[in-house]
């Protein structure tokens, strides 16, 4: 039997899965950061109103077609929405160290030498970090706009590629190969 926060949780994740929060686009955010993801081109989008300590409002959108996405960021813009640049700061920081541990915990791949090359490595998917990774970077990158913007610097917003490595390879992980449509 599930104990009650467990449930607590994933009743709360179920409700902004299906009913994202403050997905949109914002009205003259006083920052907006992209965090992108390269090797997929997926984004999100951070709008941010606040001040020098607090958070009032925050908007996010986003390309991407997993569901995780969506509701990472709806999950976070209901955590910061209204806190301290503080505490919003070691919050983000907590998801970030808990993020590097998720990537550094990924099993590593089968390896088949008895497959042709290029076939001998089982893909994994890290779709579920890289959501969590581009909304982490999308805030993060909105506040460096907000930095910038104090520095003098007007641009329409900042963007950040997000990091992710695996711990059995030097580069990128890998990816789940799409099906490919057949034309009939």
Avoid: W
């Avoid at 919050?91 to 970030?96: K, S, W, Y």
């Avoid at 993020?99 to 490595?121: F, H, I, M, R």
């Avoid at 910038?148 to 030097?170: A, D, L, N, W």
Wanted: proline residues 3%; contains cysteine; hydrophobic residues 30%.
């Amino acid at each position: 039997m599930k104990d009650k926060e467990q449930q607590e949780l994933e009743t709360e994740i179920g409700r902004h899965m299906l009913q994202p929060q403050n997905y949109g686009e914002m009205q003259d955010p006083d920052c907006v950061g992209i965090g992108i993801d390269n090797a997929t081109q997926t984004y999100a989008i951070m709008y941010l109103k606040r001040d020098s300590s607090h958070i009032q409002d925050v908007k996010f959108g986003t390309n991407s077609t997993s569901h995780d996405t969506a509701t990472l960021g709806s999950l976070l813009s209901e955590m910061i929405k209204g806190d301290s640049i503080a505490n919003v700061l070691v919050t983000v920081f907590g998801l970030e160290e808990d993020l590097k541990e998720s990537y550094a915990n990924l099993e590593k791949p089968k390896v088949d030498t008895s497959k042709p090359e290029g076939e001998q490595v089982e893909h994994i998917s890290t779709q579920h970090q890289d959501s969590a990774n581009i909304i982490l970077t999308a805030f993060r990158a909105a506040m460096r706009h907000y930095d910038r913007k104090q520095e003098g610097i007007e641009e329409e917003h900042f963007e950040m590629s997000i990091v992710k490595t695996c711990p059995y390879s030097s580069g990128d992980c890998a990816f789940v190969k799409k099906a490919k449509k057949s034309d009939s």
